[in-house]
C-alpha cells in the first residue's frame, strides 16, 4: 500500500487505500482499526500529511 499513515504504532493501524468502497461489506468484515480509503483520497490524505501530524479522528459510535 504505496499511501499508508500509521496513526497507532504499537497496534499496527493504518489510515491506507482500499480497492472497493470502504464499507463493512466493502471489506469483507471489520478489520483491527485501520481506516479505509479509497485510492484517490487515500493519495491526497498521504500527500497533505508531510511530517508528524496530530490527527483527530471523531466517529458518532
Do not use: F, K
Not at 484517490?40 to 500529511?49: M, Q, T
Amino acid at each position: 500500500m504505496p499511501y499508508s499513515i500509521l496513526i497507532w504504532g504499537q497496534q499496527g493501524v493504518y489510515i491506507h487505500e482500499w480497492p472497493t468502497p470502504a464499507t463493512y461489506a466493502g471489506n469483507g468484515g471489520p478489520t483491527h482499526g485501520c481506516i479505509h480509503v479509497d485510492r484517490g483520497n487515500a493519495h491526497l490524505v498521504y500527500a497533505w500529511v508531510d511530517r508528524p501530524t496530530r490527527l483527530l479522528i471523531n466517529y458518532p459510535w
